[in-house]
Structures are given as C-alpha cells and as structure tokens.
T-cell receptor, first 109, second 113 residues
C-alpha cells in the first residue's frame, strides 16, 4: 500500500472549517483513500473514503486531487469534540489498514 | 445499533498470568480484526479473520499470543504467559468484508505488572 504524509499537528478555531491535508504521491489506480480519527481513549472511528471523486457524508467531505496524489479532509464546522488524531490511509483491495502517526487536530474555543 | 463490544475495558494483572480479551463484532459483519496500540509502535494489526477463519496472523508477536473465533459473534485474544511488554491497548474491529470500512471497539487497556 502507498505511504501517506500528514502534518504532525494542526489547530482550528471552533466553528471554522478544518482542512486536513494528506500526501499520497505513490498511490496506485485501485487504491482508496480512507480517513479515520481517534479521540482520546476511544477506538479509531471511520470518517470517509474515496477513490477519485470527491465524497461527502454527514461527518466530513473528502477532496481528492485530479492526479490523486493528495487529498484534503474537510470538517465544515469544527467543534471541540472534533479534537482528535486524524489518520489518512491508502488501502488497496485487500483488508489491511496501515495506520501512520496521523495529524493531531486541536479545536480551540 | 450496537457497535463492536470489547471486554474488559481495563485489565491489570501480574506477569505470568493468562489474559483473555473478548470481542463481539457488529452483527452481520464477516470480517474481524485484532489490533494492538502502543506509544512506540502505534496501531498494529495482529490477526484477521474472515468468516470465522484466521486468514492472516503474521502480526501476532509470538506463540504466547493466540486468537480464536468459535462463531460469528465472538472472538478471543489470549496471552499466556503475559509479560510487561504486552501492556498496550488492544482493539477489535469488524467489517462487512470486501474492502468495506472497519469499525472499531473502544479497546481493552491491558497493564501487565
């Protein structure tokens, strides 16, 4: 599976949009981009995934560049409860999720 | 809907004791995963079951670790004998398979003294 690169940490003001970037320049054509988050003392929580089209659900939006070498997870109106470590994972057709270190997003009041 | 249920949430035991962690996957999910999370190594996949059959156990650290899935609604991860370096948070996850997202339980925080 392709490797991903994420910033170590980011800050966001409550109520503003949080934009979390991820680079995956070696992604293959059949590999999906998955996003999970882990709030302190909880298990990882699935957020969203996509192949090449932009995706939106009740939690977030996923924007994937046309060359698929990078993506951005958007939380449209961040709340204090969105403070967590966010993991960007590239996954092929197999079952494996390889978690990196992720981005610690801190939402400030 | 009930998510993945793990028990116990916390376990503290002495070195050399047997430890059994339990997991109830989401009903209807046919894939089950055990992960371990430590500060040093992050989240690591230990073993993957599909339709109750172990498919990939390459992440199991050593013979002291064993996992079973006797039916579609229950799995155990056993450590015998336990060692202090086994201290970690152990997560169970399940999915519908076929590349569908994995859904995680809240983990068991294990401390071996």
């Amino acid at each position: 599976d392709a490797k991903t690169t994420q910033p170590t940490s980011m800050d966001c003001a409550e109520g503003r949009a949080a934009n979390l970037p991820c680079n995956h320049s070696t992604i293959s054509g059949n590999e999906y981009v998955y996003w999970y988050r882990q709030i302190h003392s909880q298990g990882p929580q699935y957020i969203i995934h996509g192949l090449k089209n932009n995706e939106t659900n009740e939690m977030a939006s996923l924007i994937i560049t046309e060359d698929r070498k990078s993506s951005t997870l958007i939380l449209p109106h961040a709340t204090l409860r969105d403070t967590a470590v966010y993991y960007c994972i590239v996954r092929g057709s197999n079952y494996k999720l390889t978690f990196g270190k992720g981005t610690l997003l801190t939402v400030n009041p | 809907d009930a998510g993945v249920i793990q028990s116990p949430r916390h376990e503290v035991t002495e070195m050399g004791q047997e430890v059994t962690l339990r997991c109830k996957p989401i009903s209807g999910h046919n894939s089950l995963f055990w992960y371990r999370q430590t500060m040093m190594r992050g989240l690591e996949l230990l073993i993957y079951f599909n339709n109750n059959v172990p498919i990939d156990d390459s992440g199991m650290p050593e013979d002291r670790f064993s996992a079973k899935m006797p039916n579609a609604s229950f799995s155990t991860l056993k450590i015998q004998p336990s060692e202090p370096r086994d201290s970690a948070v152990y997560f169970c996850a399940s999915s519908l398979g076929g590349g569908q997202p994995q859904h995680f339980g809240d983990g068991t925080r294990l401390s071996i003294l």
